[in-house]
């Protein structure tokens, strides 16, 4: 299958400072990528839609000054929350539909933020 | 968005037994996929399947589209079969998530 990566695999962070997370897709181009978060025992959230040369979309309630992302090439799709509070600490996936044809998607190993 | 409901929440398992695990969604899909989250978070893809049965190895599905669910059947389980099964499905690339089914395999 394909293969999505993503890095770091967790990182901790102050609270009011910026963390970058990036998801690149290994062996297949993505111009549309996808990321969510997953709290605790809870299951995923689609954050927004990341599309390659253009505005990310985002999903309702989701501050998009927050949560900047970036898509400036057709493997790389880059996620930067900024001025992180504890609350934002989450894990964060990404996901990528193949280019075979059909809407199966893979899903990166996720990254872990933790804000203190 | 499509709502999507999982059952059992939780499924304690001894080990050699047969489960199903159900996945009901409140409109038409193209995409239905089945994962499973190993607790280092990573979801393996376990099954693409919008319609129709497959399987692969101990593991099958089918996706009863008309009627709007699927199932997920494991059999003769193994304790590495533990951890959460997620279905997620779509009318277009952004997958709705169920809230998982917890299996716990005891040896």
């Known amino acids: 299958g394909a293969v999505v990566s993503q890095h770091p695999s967790w990182v901790i962070c102050k609270s009011g400072t910026s963390v970058k997370i990036e998801c690149r897709s290994l062996d297949f181009q993505a111009t549309t990528m996808f990321w969510y978060r997953q709290f605790p025992k809870q299951s995923l959230m689609l954050m927004a839609t990341?599309?390659?040369?253009?505005?990310?979309?985002?999903e309702q309630g989701v501050e998009k000054d927050k949560f900047l992302i970036n898509h400036a090439s057709l493997t790389l799709s880059t996620l930067t929350v900024t001025s992180a509070h504890p609350e934002d600490s989450s894990f964060y996936i990404c996901?990528?539909?193949?280019?075979?044809?059909?809407?199966?998607?893979?899903f990166g190993p996720g990254t872990r933020l933790t804000v203190t | 968005g499509i709502q999507v409901e999982q059952s059992p929440p939780d499924l304690i398992l001894q080990e050699g037994a047969n489960s199903t695990l159900r996945c009901n969604f409140s409109d038409s899909v193209n995409n239905l996929q089945w994962f499973h989250q190993n607790p280092w978070g990573q979801l393996i893809n376990l099954f693409y399947i919008p319609s129709g049965t497959k399987q692969n190895g101990r593991l099958s599905a089918t996706t009863v589209a008309t009627e709007r669910y699927s199932l997920l059947y494991i059999s003769s389980s193994q304790t590495t079969d533990s951890g959460v099964y997620f279905c997620?499905?779509?009318?277009?690339?952004?997958?709705?998530f169920g809230a998982g089914t917890t299996v716990t395999v005891r040896a």
């Open positions: 997620a499905v779509s009318n277009d690339y952004k997958l709705s």
């Open positions: 990341s599309n390659e040369g253009s505005k990310a979309t985002y």
């Open positions: 996901s990528a539909p193949t280019v075979r044809g059909s809407y199966e998607q893979y």
